[in-house]
């Protein structure tokens, strides 16, 4: 698509989003990410609190690793060098933002704070670094990648969780309880994620 | 080449350098609350400490030992205290471990609330004399298959106040494939005999602590341990006494049971005991010895799995079935029970149909 100048600007960036968040949902089309919703989406609130968190990292990850990338990496001829780069960023970043963050509201501490160490180990977010610098953004539209995949990622778990606060009371066959019935709900839901493909395009 | 593996190196070198330095300046300076000062029971000790770290830590470097038996990772609910001003809000962590009233009486796991600002805390008094002990492995003895008798000289301090029914919590060492843990074990021991500790310890399959002391622990050897702990011990009533264990639960019904000889305690007093079979008895002579030495004390074993054929003469089934034989109207007893909670449970809501009152049953739950 020919995006025109100004209004194509922000729609570009726009679009970049929804297609980050639901032609490419990072969970459901791309399957990163797995192992935090099985262990944390058996309620709403928790699924809010993680997603949240992934939402906010994601986007502030996807922003530090652009500029490293684009000023430190390739000029230096490191692009290899990428993958153990991004994860020491990621690393400190959010052991940054958990201190920040406990200083700062130990509400907000109590209510995120313990998603923060999980959201370390989560490839999801990775990933998405990996994926942004295989583009050729802007620095702005490398943002908008971030978050619209954190939002993506965000919408999947919340709605898990929520189907799986539904079916908890269901009787399930005991093989099937858990983590069973959670994977052929994911793959229900990526199947009908299917479905945006192709709408947009980047 | 050459140059190109260097830059890799010193690029790799530097950001993590730069990543941690940043860190470790943050947590400096971010993480920083000052000195502040923690007040226990409404001044009766004001403790000043570098906030940042846990409470249950705070205090045990400043000699106050909280019972603990995980490490403080909030999933044993040992080191619950009161804190009274300056907590902050309850973490997820802890509230799954609490009730609604000690949510309300402000109960916290010492373990999960970190000292940001003065804080004031109420502990009971008993934990004010609790103390860490240096001790060594004096003696080993098997008291039946499953069952030994474990004694400690103490080291430093090389003597212990406590009071007969209440325990102390003994640090396991790591061994191979294990951790090193920390579990709770009522003294067998008598008050008076303050320089050394004994506990009667029953094997757990696959148990940490247990594998450790039966199979890796040596005579001779230094362990750590703290106490004592606990309320478990003989009211200072006239009331008749009812007491009740199994297995290793025999350990604070001993001490409490010579104590009352030693100190001639006089109290109308039954003991049942509650065994599979003949081989899980242990200090039998002795206890039925002690019906002579006290005034008016009766031992009860009671056996449930003992065969049929076999020369047991003494009671057969478990005992919420013998109690009311013996004990049909239990409205002026109390009762000590000690033991699994399977067994505690059981026997209190016999005791409870035979009249007695809950608030007069008095138990320490093993598992
Ligand atoms: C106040 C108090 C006083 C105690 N006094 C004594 C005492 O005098 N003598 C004594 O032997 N023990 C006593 N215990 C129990 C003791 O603290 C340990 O729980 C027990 O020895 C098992 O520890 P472990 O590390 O070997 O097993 P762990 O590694 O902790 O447990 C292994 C497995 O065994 C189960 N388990 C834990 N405890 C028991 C148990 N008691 N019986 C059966 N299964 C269990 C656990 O659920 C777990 O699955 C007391 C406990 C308390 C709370």
Partial sequence: ?202 | MLASILTALVFLTATTLILSLLLIIAEKWILNYGPCTIDVNNGQKVIDIQGGSSLLNSLSENEIFIPSACGGRGSCAYCKVKVTQGGGPLSPIEEPYLSEQEIKDNVRLSCQVKVREDIKIQIPDELFNARLFKAVTASKKMLTYDIMELGFDLVEPDEIEFTAGQYIQLESREYKGADSVIRAYSISSLPSEKKKIELIMRRVPEGICTTWAFDHLKEGQEVSLSGPYGDFKLQDTDAPAIFIAGGSGMAPIWSILRHMHEKNINKKSYYFFSGRIYDDLFFTDELFGLEKKLSDFKYVPCLTREPEHSSWKGERGRIPEILPRYIPDAQEYEAYLCGSSALIEACCSKLSELGLKDEKMYFDKFE
């Avoid at chain 1, 679009?15 to 797995?34: E, K, P, V, W």
């Avoid at chain 1, 990621?90 to 940054?96: D, N, P």
Wanted: hydrophobic share 55%; charged share 10%.
């Fill in chain 1, 1 to 202: 698509m020919e995006p025109n100048i100004d209004s194509g600007f922000l729609s570009a960036t726009l679009l970049i989003f929804l297609s980050a968040a639901f032609t490419n949902n990072i969970l459901l089309a791309r399957f990163l990410g797995m192992c935090s919703v099985l262990g944390v989406s058996k309620k709403v609130d928790t699924s809010m609190g993680l997603g949240v968190a992934v939402i906010f990292v994601t986007t502030a990850t996807s922003g530090i690793n652009y500029i490293v990338y684009n000023y430190l990496l390739i000029p230096l001829e490191l692009e290899y060098l990428r993958l153990i780069t991004f994860i020491v960023i990621i690393a400190s970043f959010v052991q940054l933002v958990e201190m920040i963050v406990e200083r700062v509201s130990l509400v907000l501490y109590n209510a995120l704070g313990i998603f923060l160490p999980l959201i370390t180990v989560n490839c999801a977010i990775l990933g998405v670094s990996l994926f942004m610098i295989g583009q050729p953004y802007s620095f702005l539209e490398a943002l908008s990648f971030g978050a619209g995949s954190g939002f993506g990622w965000f919408l999947a778990i919340m709605l898990i969780g929520g189907i799986r606060e539904k079916i908890n009371e269901n009787a399930l066959p005991k093989g099937l309880a858990g983590p069973g019935i959670t994977l052929i709900i994911i793959g229900i839901m990526a199947l009908a994620f299917v479905g945006f493909s192709g709408m947009i395009s980047i």
